[in-house]
Structure formats: structure tokens, C-alpha cells
């Protein structure tokens, strides 16, 4: 049973179009991240949150923007779909310095 | 800064051992962990070791650190078909604890 879920699992969406991935976990985790992976597995955390009201840009530039209102929610925003958005777009929350847990994943194909 | 460095492929037979090799450069890093990420799913925890250990052992699973070398190890007994996937070594930040993971290992399990 996942405690943490990722909306939608599947997304193909034209150019220039606004979209939100959904993610909310139920373990109470003060902290969630979003990663992108590309066909080639590497991992790049885009959008980190320590808590309520704090994110924070990670480590690869991205164009999407996130925010954290309640300590569940965790949404990533893209405003203009591109082609090179195309990946897959994973969740993950933690608590203190235990591991992550994370979602199934959001596939993205913009055309 | 930090840094993660996995070998990408490793094939086996089925019923031989695989051993996924990990090199890591945060001495500071208090877990080190295991995910393994199967086809078009997310990461799953599988297992990870405090850095005062030397050896974790879980079933079929083995990890081993070497904290002098920062090198970490998982061996898998009687590797099965069904443990092909990618498998993913990650260390913790120095700043906020968060992972850092490296690029992936993709298992291959022959028949």
C-alpha cells in the first residue's frame, strides 16, 4: 500500500500547454523532493521542501516551479510544456535523515 | 562536492551472485543506502547500513562498507530473474541530509 501517490501515472499533453503533477504522501514526512529521469536512469532532484511555506531549486535547472502549503501536498507546476520536458518525474518524501520513499512516478510526453 | 559512482551494467546467470559495486566521497555520511527501481516504477528502499557497521545482512541481500576505501557493496545470493532492474547507491549530504544518489546499475539476469 503507498503512502505516498503521484497523479497523473501517464501524461501526453501538447506544447505550451500548463500542467500540474500531483503528489501528497500520508506519513506526516516534513520533507519531499522531485526528481527528473531520463532514459538513462540518472537521477536530478529539481525542487526540494524542508517544510510549509520552504522550497527550494535543487540541483539541475529546471523551468518548473513548486510550492508546499500543507506538509502533504507537494504539486510541480510546468506553465508551457516543451519537448524537452519529456521524462519521467519522480516523488519522494523523508523524515529527518532516514530514507526516502517514493512514488510511482509521473511519465510526461509533451508533442 | 559530493559525488556517487556506480558501474551501469552487470549481467549474470540466474542461481550465480551479483555484486554491485559503489564508490562514494562524503566520509560524513551517517547511512548509506540500497533502492532498487524496477520498469517504469519508482524507487524502492532496500536496504541500507550505518556507517559504524562493516556488514548488513537481510535475507538474500549482503552490503558491505569499506569506510576507509568509501566503498559500499551489495551482493545478491541466487540472483533471480526477477531481481533484474536498476539498483541505485546513495549516500547523504553534509548540508540537510540530503541523498545523493549515483547513476544506477542496471542488473541483467539470464536464464
Known amino acids: 500500500e503507498a503512502d505516498i501517490y503521484q497523479t497523473p501515472r501517464y501524461l501526453v499533453i501538447g506544447t505550451g500547454k500548463k500542467i500540474t503533477l500531483e503528489c501528497s504522501q500520508t506519513?506526516?514526512?516534513?520533507?519531499m523532493y522531485w526528481y527528473q529521469q531520463d532514459p538513462g536512469m540518472e537521477l536530478h532532484l529539481i525542487h526540494y521542501?524542508?517544510?510549509?511555506?520552504?522550497?527550494e531549486k535543487g540541483d539541475l535547472s529546471s523551468e518548473s516551479t513548486v510550492s508546499r502549503i500543507r506538509t502533504e501536498h507537494f504539486p510541480l507546476t510546468l506553465e508551457s510544456a516543451r519537448p524537452s520536458h519529456t521524462s519521467q518525474y519522480l516523488c519522494?518524501?523523508?523524515?529527518?535523515?532516514?530514507?526516502?520513499?517514493f512514488g510511482s512516478g509521473t511519465r510526461l510526453t509533451v508533442v | 562536492g559530493e559525488d556517487v559512482e556506480q558501474s551501469l551494467f552487470l549481467s549474470v546467470r540466474e542461481g550465480d551472485s551479483s555484486v554491485i559495486n559503489c564508490t562514494y566521497t562524503?566520509?560524513?555520511?551517517?547511512?548509506l543506502y540500497w533502492y532498487k527501481q524496477e520498469p517504469g516504477a519508482g524507487l524502492q528502499l532496500l536496504t541500507y547500513i550505518f556507517s559504524n557497521m562493516d556488514m548488513k545482512q537481510d535475507q538474500r541481500l549482503t552490503v558491505l562498507l569499506n569506510k576507509k576505501d568509501k566503498h559500499l557493496s551489495l551482493r545478491i545470493a541466487d540472483t533471480q530473474t526477477g531481481d533484474s532492474a536498476i539498483y541505485f547507491c546513495a549516500e547523504t549530504d553534509n548540508q540537510g541530509g540530503k541523498l545523493i544518489f549515483g547513476q544506477g546499475t542496471e542488473l541483467s539476469v539470464k536464464p
Open positions: 519522494a518524501s523523508s523524515k529527518r535523515n532516514y530514507g526516502y520513499t
Open positions: 506519513m506526516g514526512h516534513d520533507k
Open positions: 521542501s524542508y517544510g510549509v511555506n520552504s522550497t
Open positions: 562524503d566520509s560524513s555520511s551517517t547511512y
